[in-house]
């Protein structure tokens, strides 16, 4: 995947749009037939328009991993989080979602907060392994919200 200090996530830039899209689609396509998933429905002007929100996970110079994320409510939401397939495992994942957590810590934000869809369960087990915890149902059926709080002063990973 390239050097042994893992994937460099930075805020993602105009030309990442191409990488987004195609990491989103990778990474959600295989879901298609048991839901429609959200991810799959946006678009270059969408991700174009939400920029400053998008972080990158770069590897080998392409996007290999992207989130979603902003403060919200005096929280810190994220969505869309996604890998290429066949690099899952190797801590992609889990740098973003460690970028996600210093960005919220340095927003002055308590917690950090996304919906999880309740039929996917390797995605609960990754999200609680991270100190994660369902706190109320999201979407009745379909989705419920996870939280993980945030220690008052900096945050390290």
Known sequence: MGDASGPKVAAA???DVPGILAVLAAAYAPYAEEFRPTALGRTAGAVRGELPHWLVARAGGRAVGCVLQYPED?????????TEPGLRGRGIGSALVDAVVRRAAAAGCREVRIALRT??????AFF?????????????????????????GPWAP
């Open 128 to 152: 609680t392994k991270r100190g994660f915890r369902r706190v109320a149902p999201f979407r009745p059926d379909t989705h419920d919200l996870y939280e993980r709080k945030l220690e008052a």
């Open 119 to 124: 039929s996917l369960a390797a995605n609960t």
């Open 13 to 15: 830039g105009p030309s």
């Open 74 to 82: 005096g929280s810190y939401t994220f969505c869309f989080l996604a």
